[in-house]
């Protein structure tokens, strides 16, 4: 079993592949990877697949999703591939660096009680409007929801495998990073941050909140989840 399973869901990130591998470099091969080519229309997975056997390493493989029906359905499918103890999930964009992810799980496995602890990114180095925007965000959430939230969407996620038994009936979109701290709050987890530094898209489009346009469409199938939680959990 390995030590650690790293999902990264790619939706048409074919130029960030090779630059991505070259930052996974320095894993260890008790750490598995798993890319989940997320219904990409472009060269995403074939590149992937070049660089796997490139690499010729056990413990990288890819999972590759026919249609792309949401980022939360790329997780999910990785969620069900992986062997880990501690599971986590980053990005494809780059915009958070791959290997803040070895360094979290250090600050995460030192907790004495980590097994009952989610670990989150935290985003510095951002612009005012999007810290603004983040600020707002995390207000409307907990103030709907009733628990603390903050930073929902930062990079990386980590937390241990016993968890997923909490994870019942997850949204297969961009909620997805909201339900997994809602559950932990809920069921008395202890949220861990790890700062981490948040550059821009070097290359392809953003497909969350990267955009003005984006940011709205974030705000309206927030609000929407949110309202769905609350009816379902009485709340």
Request: charged share 25%; aromatic share 12%.
């Given at each position: 079993m390995y030590i650690l399973s790293l999902i990264i869901p790619c939706y048409n990130e074919n130029d960030n592949i090779y630059p991505i591998f070259e930052k996974l470099s320095v894993f260890d091969e008790n750490i598995e990877i798993i890319f989940v080519d997320n219904g990409s229309t472009d060269k995403t997975r074939e590149r992937i697949c070049n660089k796997i056997s490139e690499k010729n390493k056990h413990n990288i493989k890819c999972i590759s999703v026919s249609k792309n029906i949401g980022y939360g359905h790329g997780i999910i499918t990785g969620i069900k591939n992986a062997t880990g103890n501690v599971i986590a999930w980053t990005h494809a964009d780059l915009q958070t660096d791959p290997n803040d992810v070895l360094e979290a799980y250090k600050?995460?496995?030192?907790?004495?009680?980590?097994?009952?602890?989610?670990?989150?990114?935290?985003?510095?180095?951002?612009?005012?409007?999007?810290?603004?925007?983040?600020?707002?965000?995390?207000?409307?959430?907990?103030?709907?929801?009733?628990?603390?939230?903050s930073d929902v969407n930062a990079q990386p996620k980590m937390f241990n495998k016993k968890f997923l038994v909490e994870m019942k009936n997850p949204p297969l979109d961009f909620s997805l990073d909201l339900y997994l701290l809602f559950k932990a709050h809920v069921n008395n987890y202890r949220i861990l941050e790890y700062e981490v530094n948040f550059g821009k898209r070097l290359y392809g489009e953003s497909k969350g909140g990267g955009t003005l346009i984006g940011k709205l469409k974030l705000i309206k199938r927030t609000f929407k989840y949110i309202v769905k939680l609350k009816k379902e959990l009485g709340r």
């Amino acid at each position: 079993m390995y030590i650690l399973s790293l999902i990264i869901p790619c939706y048409n990130e074919n130029d960030n592949i090779y630059p991505i591998f070259e930052k996974l470099s320095v894993f260890d091969e008790n750490i598995e990877i798993i890319f989940v080519d997320n219904g990409s229309t472009d060269k995403t997975r074939e590149r992937i697949c070049n660089k796997i056997s490139e690499k010729n390493k056990h413990n990288i493989k890819c999972i590759s999703v026919s249609k792309n029906i949401g980022y939360g359905h790329g997780i999910i499918t990785g969620i069900k591939n992986a062997t880990g103890n501690v599971i986590a999930w980053t990005h494809a964009d780059l915009q958070t660096d791959p290997n803040d992810v070895l360094e979290a799980y250090k600050k995460f496995i030192a907790h004495p009680k980590y097994p009952n602890c989610i670990l989150k990114g935290r985003r510095v180095g951002r612009n005012f409007f999007d810290s603004l925007f983040t600020a707002g965000m995390s207000f409307l959430s907990t103030f709907l929801l009733r628990v603390p939230l903050s930073d929902v969407n930062a990079q990386p996620k980590m937390f241990n495998k016993k968890f997923l038994v909490e994870m019942k009936n997850p949204p297969l979109d961009f909620s997805l990073d909201l339900y997994l701290l809602f559950k932990a709050h809920v069921n008395n987890y202890r949220i861990l941050e790890y700062e981490v530094n948040f550059g821009k898209r070097l290359y392809g489009e953003s497909k969350g909140g990267g955009t003005l346009i984006g940011k709205l469409k974030l705000i309206k199938r927030t609000f929407k989840y949110i309202v769905k939680l609350k009816k379902e959990l009485g709340r």
